[in-house]
């Protein structure tokens, strides 16, 4: 497996992910603060735009924050074919509020040959209380991850 697309993101490591071709990754803006072959993390300051009406972190946001991790994650695996998220299931259990950090950890769980099983922690920084922990499947496409 080539090693690219590792070396490129820990080149990010303390900075945040502009390198990223998602416009929905560039408005999360995350920041990288480790970035292994089997699991990354990621730094997530919480915006008002983020926020539901009672001022919490939106779950949607939440999860769009473990799904993109969950897929960068899978890009420094190095595989040729792209593998999309088919589920992604989330237990939530605390909140983080407008200013607060967000840390996303994920874990490579099993690459299977058409299955790929990723797991996710997710920590307010602010109060080191778990908030929410996730595991999603990507399954094998026929598309092809340009170089």
Request: proline share 4%.
């Amino acid at each position: 497996m080539d090693n690219k697309r590792l070396e490129f993101l820990q080149s990010y490591i303390g900075k945040h992910f502009t390198g990223s071709p998602s416009p929905f990754a560039h408005w999360l803006n995350g920041k990288v603060i480790a970035v292994e072959k089997e699991n990354v993390e990621f730094e997530f300051e919480v915006r008002k735009e983020m926020t539901n009406p009672v001022g919490m972190l939106h779950g949607g946001v939440t999860a769009g924050m473990i799904d993109d991790c969950i897929g960068v994650n899978f890009m420094v695996l190095g595989l040729e074919k792209f593998y999309p998220t088919i589920n992604l299931y989330i237990d939530y259990f605390n909140p983080a509020f407008e200013s607060q950090t967000v840390i996303v950890r994920t874990t490579l769980a099993k690459l299977g040959k058409t299955i790929i099983n990723i797991k996710a922690e997710v920590i307010n920084k602010n109060t080191a209380k778990i908030m929410a922990q996730a595991s999603a499947n990507l399954a094998l496409s026929e598309v092809k991850i340009p170089v």
